[in-house]
């Protein structure tokens, strides 16, 4: 069985604070990643992807790939009350299209 | 910015019916998906879709489940025999390429089976 996992959390910061979540995937065959928010109630939102070991930074988030570790992580910086919501990880495998969902990491952001 | 467009954004539907979930993909999108999440659990994918057939299922698209693109634009996803199980909310989802690239996914159909 081909898993995502992340702690569910909730991880509380302080507002400006920076918001570290991780995730483990056990597919050694995956090769792209993804970091979705979710908030309640509605339909996940694409936010970061990453294909490639190191770091992607765009705006307020850097995300973090160690496949030798199969390992993703997601820094958000000057963390906001609008950030405060469920942070999903999702793998790919290049060849196909699905992707796998890890549970996901609640985030509250306080101000 | 394009939308992926689901309707009905809630439906009710007595154990034993069968329903259908509709969804308007991006336009020039290629690749389309159902994606399925049980309040409080992970997203779970269904099925893919590409150049009118099936790409992939997961074991969870069983006899019962079904998908047509019946025109240009619709996309549907038809549970033929409702179970209080499958309660949830499906997502459409579509993406112009090939392979994992990250989708964009519609608002969501929230199923509730009594």
């Known amino acids: 069985q081909k898993e995502v996992e992340q702690n569910s959390g909730p991880l509380s910061v302080p507002e400006g604070a920076i918001a570290s979540l991780n995730c483990t995937y056990s597919?050694?065959?995956?090769?792209?990643f993804f970091w979705y928010r979710q908030y309640s109630g509605k339909s996940p939102e694409l936010i970061m992807s990453?294909?490639?070991?190191g770091d992607k930074e765009d705006g307020r988030f850097t995300a973090q790939l160690n496949k030798a570790s199969q390992y993703v992580s997601l820094l958000i910086r000057d963390s906001q009350p609008s950030d405060s919501a469920t942070y999903l990880c999702?793998?790919?495998?290049?060849?196909?299209?699905?992707?796998?969902f890890g549970g996901g990491t609640r985030v509250l952001v306080k101000p | 910015e394009p939308e992926v467009t689901q309707t009905p954004s809630h439906q009710v539907t007595q154990m034993g019916q069968e329903v259908i979930l509709r969804c308007v993909p991006i336009?020039?999108?290629?690749?389309f998906y159902w994606y399925r999440q049980i309040l409080g659990q992970k997203v779970e994918f269904l099925v893919s879709f590409y150049n009118n057939e099936i790409s992939e299922k997961s074991e969870i698209f069983d006899d019962q489940f079904s998908v047509e693109r019946p025109d240009g634009s619709n996309f549907t996803l038809k549970i033929r025999s409702t179970k209080l199980e499958d309660s949830a909310m499906y997502f459409c989802a579509s993406s112009r390429e090939q392979g994992a690239n990250g989708y964009t996914f519609g608002s969501g159909t929230r199923l509730t089976v009594v």
């Open positions: 336009s020039n999108h290629l690749y």
């Open positions: 999702a793998s790919g495998v290049a060849a196909g299209n699905k992707l796998t």
């Open positions: 990453i294909y490639s070991n």
């Open positions: 597919d050694r065959g995956s090769q792209s």
